[in-house]
């Protein structure tokens, strides 16, 4: 769990992966592919005060990259992910594990 999130903020993210899921159902027969990413802790100028702190709670020990993120958006858009929808990739270090 993230000190930061609250109740709203967890239920957001619940109904988002939902929509994934559904609209890879509804689109998938379109040949459209629908999936979402849910980065963790990334470094960038907008990390919330203390954040810091949790590092030594995520499993690699680090902040993601924005690179990173744009790595696993890429993959996405490529042939090489071809057969993935309705998908929630986790960029997080094993954060939730």
Do not use: W
Not at 20 to 33: I, K
Not at 39 to 46: K, R, S, V
């Amino acid at each position: 769990m993230h000190p930061f999130a609250g109740a709203a903020y967890a239920t957001s993210k619940a109904a988002l992966a939902a929509l994934t899921r559904e609209m890879a159902a509804d689109f998938g027969p379109l040949g459209v592919r629908v999936n979402a990413i849910a980065p963790g802790e990334i470094d960038t100028a907008i990390l919330s005060p203390g954040t810091d702190k949790l590092v030594a709670q995520i499993p690699l020990r680090r902040l993601g990259t924005p690179d990173e993120v744009a790595k696993t958006i890429y993959f996405l858009c490529t042939e090489n992910s071809s057969y993935v929808t309705g998908s929630e990739i986790h960029i997080n270090g094993g954060q939730h594990v």
